[in-house]
């Protein structure tokens, strides 16, 4: 069933490209040798890697805080775009915590990230049965050093891409 | 009578002794004693001759017995071991008279003697006696364990533990275990598992896999049962875990996103646990089987760590409510809390005190942690580590030792167990294969 709701997502997705962004991708991987653009590749703007990289899929917070600053909001704001013009998508955001802090604490802390991205893409418009949230605390650093450097890139909430439904 | 008094009567009691020679009469001894509460500054010297072996297929076990015994004292910084070179006398038979002249030669203010026998059935007996030296005196009755010869570690463990209670006059904790997670690969892609050892890392079994993220296991009361924190379905869910078949199921909690922090009520038959809904964590009790869920707290903030008073009366708990996590105590059945951490810092993970007078706490100040303990109306703290990280303490059964991980700094950092006493002396690693952390010690066997 997935697969099939992914097949024929994929074919729209080529043809809404086609149509609203021509030419756009010149200078990115996945264009084919006739310059056609490979589906559910960076250069398909309705695909998860293009979200993630282009669209951008993570905002940072502050030490200790779940507040939203000015660029997370912009940030949020074209994810909240790109998930209303790609409605088959839905999303999981993870929350996340730098190593400061403590194990259950800082599972609460990646929670009230999480869901601080939530509330923001639902005002923006996403249907609240798309999106779910998730904390992995301290448990997922994706920069591994033990100072400011890593730990500003590790105090995250990251929007998760995904073409089946969500599971509760 | 603190023990550095009671040392220092042992001292004066030695030098008097020395000095009258032979003079000094058993009677008139101080009977052979150790006060924990203010930690050892001289630790008592003991000696544990080898075990005798009563048939000849005992004879490895006897050995092996006698060196875990001596582990066990030896890791308390309480004791000393005479090593044996030093020894004069030999011991060989179990029944024959103590050479108190010649261990009293070699300082052993205590001396442990024992024998093992392996039976017909496999089974082993394991007998000991505790001398006091200087008194030249048995201390207790001679005693004997038997079980099968897999269990010798525990017999002995059990040796240990008879000796350490007839010394401090409190119960022990060496035939104890601790479940903890086990860790293994790089800091971005740590991979996790729950393990089960002995408190002194013997004995390891691994009771899940490391295809789910595993965090913060709790020993039941009961030593039987396991509450732990999966990512099992995606999501971080309680889950419960019987030790003897490895059997696991999700905890039935209230609708919210996800649950953590469980720890079990005194009795063993309910859990208080944190559920998170719409980013909001709030404090939940509800039966280990499912069913009589109730709400313990209602903020906008974090309420989470909860942890049972030994009455069952009473929960301690982490809240940013303030600003920033400080301790709170509130009746176990919610209500009204009041806060009991009060000085500069962060306090988490509080965990209240088998003997019910002392609550743990990690506390994070000027970009250290710190294990501490305060009495539980948040009097009298007193931090017993600093490190780059240390966090999540577990008392041993009889409440005067903690055990906590301490994770090492930068890309390579990794985790381990340590232990300490709630005096702050005697810090030391626990044996684990491998880097570990999250660990919850069992009761006394």
Not at chain 2, 22 to 48: C, D, K, N
Request: proline fraction near 5%; include cysteine; charge should be neutral.
């Amino acid at each position: 069933m997935k697969q099939i709701t992914k097949v024929a997502f994929l074919v729209l997705a080529l043809g809404a490209s086609a149509c609203t962004n021509p030419g756009r991708f010149d200078n990115m991987g996945g264009a084919g040798a006739g310059g056609a653009i490979v589906p559910g590749s960076a250069a398909d703007p309705s695909s998860p890697v293009y979200f993630q990289q282009t669209v951008g899929d993570r905002v940072l917070f502050e030490v200790d805080q779940s507040t939203l600053g000015a660029d997370a909001r912009d940030l949020l704001v074209k994810q909240a775009a790109w998930l209303m013009e790609n409605p088959d998508f839905t999303a999981i955001i993870e929350g996340h915590a730098d190593e400061q802090g403590t194990r259950e604490y800082n599972l609460a802390l990646g929670a009230r990230r999480a869901s601080a991205v939530l509330n923001y893409l639902i005002d923006r418009g996403v249907a609240p049965n798309r999106l779910r949230t998730v904390s992995y605390g301290k448990e997922r650093p994706i920069e591994i050093c033990s100072d400011e450097a890593c730990y500003s890139q590790n105090r995250r909430a990251v929007t998760v891409i995904s073409a089946g439904g969500l599971t509760s | 009578m603190s023990l550095h008094k009671t040392l220092n009567l042992a001292r004066k009691l030695l030098l008097v002794a020395l000095a009258g020679l032979a003079f000094a009469a058993p009677a008139q001894s101080e009977p052979l004693r150790i006060e924990i509460t203010e930690g050892v500054i001289e630790p008592l010297p003991f000696a544990v001759p080898n075990f005798q072996a009563e048939n000849a297929s005992a004879g490895e076990m006897a050995q092996s017995i006698a060196r875990v015994v001596a582990a066990d004292l030896a890791g308390t910084g309480l004791f000393r071991e005479i090593p044996s070179s030093a020894f004069i006398s030999t011991v060989t038979s179990f029944s024959s008279p103590v050479q108190y002249a010649d261990w009293k030669a070699i300082n052993a203010q205590a001396l442990i003697t024992g024998a093992v026998s392996v039976g017909t059935n496999g089974k082993i007996t394991v007998k000991f006696r505790v001398f006091d030296v200087f008194s030249q005196g048995q201390l207790g009755e001679g005693l004997q364990f038997a079980g099968s010869a897999g269990s010798w570690r525990r017999m002995a463990h059990k040796v240990a533990d008879a000796v350490y209670s007839r010394i401090t006059g409190e119960s022990a904790y060496f035939d104890s275990r601790v479940v903890f997670v086990s860790e293994s690969g790089p800091k971005n892609a740590r991979q996790k598992r729950l393990a089960i050892m002995d408190y002194d890392g013997a004995n390891l079994q691994f009771l899940t896999d490391s295809s789910a993220l595993v965090l913060s296991p709790r020993f039941s009361p009961t030593g039987d049962r396991v509450l732990y924190t999966s990512y099992e379905t995606g999501f971080p869910q309680i889950f419960l875990l019987e030790i003897a078949n490895v059997g696991r199921s999700a905890l039935p909690t209230p609708n919210g996103n996800m649950s953590f922090a469980p720890r079990f009520s005194p009795d063993g038959n309910e859990v208080v646990f944190s559920l998170e809904n719409g980013g909001n964590t709030d404090i939940y009790r509800m039966n280990v089987g499912g069913g009589g869920a109730q709400r313990l707290t209602s903020a906008p903030s974090i309420e989470t760590g909860p942890s049972f008073s030994p009455d069952g009366s009473q929960i301690v708990f982490t809240s940013d409510r303030s600003g920033t996590p400080q301790l709170y105590v509130m009746s176990a059945n919610g209500g009204a809390a009041r806060r009991i951490s009060n000085g500069a810092g962060r306090y988490n993970t509080p965990v209240w005190s088998p003997r019910g007078d002392l609550i743990a706490f990690t506390k994070q100040n000027a970009g250290r942690f710190h294990i501490g303990v305060m009495r539980t109306d948040g009097s009298e703290e007193r931090l017993l580590t600093a490190s780059f990280l240390d966090e999540g303490p577990t008392w041993s059964p009889n409440g005067r030792v903690i055990m906590f991980t301490r994770e090492s700094q930068g890309a390579s950092g990794a985790a381990a167990l340590y232990m300490v006493d709630i005096t702050g002396r005697n810090l030391r690693r626990v044996t684990t294969q491998g880097a570990a952390s999250d660990p919850s010690w069992s009761p006394l066997q």
